[in-house]
Nanobody, 121 residues
Framework: QVQLVESGGGLVQGGGSLRLSCVAS????????MGWYRQTPGKQRELVAT???????NYADSVKGRFAISRDNAKNTVYLQMNSLKPEDTAVYFC???????????????WGQGTQVTVSS
């Protein structure tokens, strides 16, 4: 069983900062890409940022220059540092990861449970 456990969400004023964490645990051999997505009521889940196994990041235009994704492969953890937060950043943020397991090894896509981020005006 594989699990992605998120933490760090909460309530913050506009202009403030939050740092999200996501830890992968369970039976797997390695982790490929990891990322963060977000979703608000009435909208589809959208990409926020992704990071490759080698550490190459990719960001949605709406968060470029404000958010930073990083990972610690030794800890099986991905982070999302969110600065200069805006009310429109309010959403449920989901961790995503492709984890390899089995033999022959295959990649499986997993999602975290989601963590609420609320940014007040």
């Amino acid at each position: 069983q594989v699990q992605l456990v998120e933490s760090g969400g909460g309530l913050v004023q506009g202009g403030g900062s939050l740092r999200l964490s996501c830890v992968a645990s369970g039976r797997f051999s390695s982790i490929d890409a990891m990322g963060w997505y977000r979703q608000t009521p009435g909208k589809q889940r959208e990409l926020v940022a992704t990071i490759t196994n080698g550490g190459s990041p990719n960001y949605a235009d709406s968060v470029k220059g404000r958010f930073a994704i990083s990972r610690d492969n030794a800890k099986n953890t991905v982070y999302l540092q969110m600065n200069s937060l805006k009310p429109e950043d309010t959403a449920v943020y989901f961790c995503n990861a492709v984890l390899n397991s089995g033999w022959p090894s295959r990649g499986y896509n997993y999602w975290g449970q989601g963590t609420q981020v609320t940014v007040s005006s």
